[in-house]
């Protein structure tokens, strides 16, 4: 079955950056998008950016441009998604999703909680 | 940016009742070429990451009680909860995969009444 298995919650000290990553399995990686998504403490859903596992390709949501990069090891079936410059704002659960090309998220992981704190 | 709003943000509904919520997008979402319309429905329960429930504006995900209905076309849309269980208390999202960035609405808590 279809599973995106992210990675153990994190806290960081503003400034410092963060890693987590996204491991899909039980079906053809570079075969559907990852998109990544955050969601604040009582909030809404916000949509970060997508990479193509195919080719690596990346687009962001201008917001996030500078701060966030998706990048993906095929060899593993993981994406990995970079932040830096954390601030106290970006304390939040994030999420993995998948989707073929112009299509709903399909799968979701099961989310990280980064907390970021002094 | 596409802009997606929900309303009402919050309703309560009596098990075995009808839930309707309903989804506005700021442009239309239909693509002309294929006469499809852009737009899903999630559901997040609590703890939970969501759950694609709808796509297409009305087509079901695998699995998904027919209870769960969705309409709709262009810039307006409907996710119908027939009868209402003890188990769809939770938050529904619609979402937009029309244009880049991929939008969602603010979310409607559903509880029971």
């Known amino acids: 079955q279809v599973q995106l298995k992210q990675s153990g919650a994190e806290v960081k000290k503003p400034g410092a950056s963060v890693m987590l990553s996204c491991e899909a399995s039980?079906?053809?990686?570079?075969?559907?998008?990852i998109h990544w998504m955050r969601q604040a403490p009582g909030q809404g859903l916000e949509w970060m950016g997508i990479i193509n596992p195919s080719g690596g390709g990346t687009s962001y949501a201008q917001k996030f441009q500078d701060r966030v990069t998706l990048t993906r090891d095929t060899s593993t079936s993981t994406v990995f998604m970079e932040m830096s410059s954390l601030r106290s704002e970006d304390t939040a659960v994030y999420y993995c999703a998948n989707s073929e090309t112009s299509g709903p998220f399909d799968y979701w992981g099961q989310g990280t909680l980064v907390t970021v704190s002094s | 940016d596409i802009v997606m709003t929900q309303s009402p943000d919050s309703l309560a509904v009596s098990l075995g009742e009808r839930a309707t919520i309903n989804c506005k997008s700021s442009q239309s979402i239909l693509y002309s070429s294929n006469n499809k319309n852009y737009l899903a429905w999630y559901q997040q329960r609590a703890g939970q990451p969501p759950k694609l429930l709808i796509y297409w504006a009305s087509t079901r995900e695998s699995g998904v009680p027919d209870r769960f209905s969705g309409s709709g076309s262009a810039t307006d849309f409907t996710l119908t909860i027939t009868s209402l269980q003890a188990e769809d208390v939770a938050v529904y999202y619609c979402?937009?995969?029309?244009?880049?960035?991929?939008?969602f609405g603010q979310g409607t808590k559903v509880e029971i009444k």
């Open positions: 039980g079906y053809t990686f570079t075969s559907y998008y």
């Open positions: 979402q937009q995969y029309f244009g880049t960035p991929p939008t």
